[in-house]
């Protein structure tokens, strides 16, 4: 009796546990700004980039941002031309291309090294330069792609644009 008791309660408990190991996180239950972005096929998720600036500005007395379609695929070809240089560019020249394509009031985020989207938003945050595109008062409409760069040391390329 007590070995049939004693094979029950070990048959419970690995039921138990394999139910325990079914539950553990997964990365698609990870949120999305905590995504690891140095990977291959990763990209950052331009709707939760633009709900978490957008939270962020309202907090600071600026309007929201919505994601335009050609800012956000100059985003993407500015990230990529960076990975594959294997350095950020220069915002001036960026800003350049976004003002010819008719867009008022032209500003950039280009940086390296985040992993995630919460790394990148609180590096730019906390630096006064990277801060003062988050909360342009002009701005009303933004891109944003990183890009993999595997042999970089930097791994992850970031492109923030804004205009308005």
Not at 22 to 49: F, H, K
Not at 91 to 107: D, F, M
Request: hydrophobic residues 45%.
């Amino acid at each position: 009796m007590v070995g049939r008791i004693g094979i029950g309660l070990a048959g419970a408990a690995a039921l138990l546990l394999a139910g325990c190991a079914a539950d553990s996180p997964t990365t698609s239950a990870i949120p999305t700004l905590y995504l690891p972005l140095a990977n291959t096929g990763a990209q950052v998720d331009a709707q939760t980039a633009r709900d978490m600036i957008s939270a962020y500005r309202r907090n600071r007395g600026e309007g929201p941002l919505t994601v335009d379609p050609e800012l956000q695929r100059l985003a993407e070809a500015e990230a990529a031309a960076m990975a594959l240089a294997d350095r950020p560019s220069k915002a001036q020249t960026v800003k350049g291309a976004v003002g010819r394509l008719g867009y008022a009031s032209p500003n950039a985020n280009l940086s390296a090294g985040y992993h995630t989207l919460a790394e990148a938003f609180s590096g730019w945050r906390d630096s006064p330069p990277h801060n003062a595109v988050l909360l342009d008062p002009e701005a009303t409409r933004m891109g944003i792609a990183t890009a993999f760069a595997p042999g970089s040391k930097y791994k992850v390329y970031w492109a923030l644009l804004t205009a308005k």
